[in-house]
């Protein structure tokens, strides 16, 4: 598998609680955590999320992250308008020797 | 405050080669905790991996499966820079490129991107 799958989009109004999915395999997600990152128009992505639940400074704690087997997951709580932005996973695969990228999510804040 | 600063053409003529350097401020590319990186974005490809440098007493190199044998990225002489070079470019190789440090956290030995440059469009055509 040489990319994580994520779903192409996901919604919810203000305040509500937005979950994303990012699945890889055994080489991947299975054997090292994943990364989160969240890109808004125009510019780099953003680290998010590290080491499956771990948030940089200044990241607000409405979001959170996880992993269990080959899958991770990145919840937003609390949704805001300016969480609206494409929403990306990363893990290392042992098999590739390299990083593997989420096909994306974006989201919207109806 | 670290920043990266890319450097490079815009446009690249297919067959030729690629070439981007990638102007480090506030750390080096000897750093013990840090990854120098390539990654590009495409609409058909989304984010991807390239490779990677990091120096300890000597420079390592790892290449993404997809470029192996076209890519060459070299931390550069002055400590404080690293370039890619992408040969053979087709219109496929389009795309927006980043440089990005990756930091290592220990407690879960893993590597997250954490200071990326702001990026370059890289048009290839004739």
């Known amino acids: 598998q040489s990319v994580l799958t994520q779903p192409p989009s996901a919604s919810g109004t203000p305040g509500q609680r937005v979950t994303i999915s990012c699945s890889g395999s055994s080489s991947s997600i299975g054997s090292n955590t994943v990364n989160w990152y969240q890109q808004l128009p125009g510019t780099a992505p953003k680290l998010l999320i590290y080491s499956d639940n771990q948030r940089p400074s200044g990241v607000p704690d409405r979001f959170s992250g996880s992993r269990s087997g080959t899958s991770a997951s990145l919840a937003i709580s609390g949704l805001q308008s300016e969480d609206e932005a494409d929403y990306y996973c990363t893990a290392w695969d042992d098999d590739l020797i390299g990083y593997l990228f989420g096909t994306g999510t974006k989201v919207t804040v109806l | 405050q670290v920043q990266l600063q890319q450097s490079g053409p815009g446009l690249v003529k297919p067959s030729q080669t690629l070439s981007l350097t990638c102007a480090i401020s506030g750390d080096s590319v000897f750093s013990n905790s840090a990854a120098w990186n390539w990654i590009r974005q495409s609409p058909s490809r989304g984010l991807e991996w390239l490779g990677r440098t990091y120096c300890r007493s000597e420079c390592y190199v790892d290449y993404a499966v997809s470029v192996k044998g076209r890519i060459t990225i070299n931390p550069g002489t002055s400590r404080n820079q690293f370039s890619l070079h992408l040969t053979s470019v087709t219109p496929e190789d389009t795309a927006v490129y980043y440089c990005?440090?990756?930091?290592?956290?220990?407690?879960?030995?893993?590597?997250?991107?954490?200071?990326w440059g702001r990026g370059t469009l890289v048009t290839v055509s004739s």
């Open positions: 990005a440090r990756a930091t290592f956290y220990s407690s879960s030995s893993n590597w997250y991107f954490d200071l």
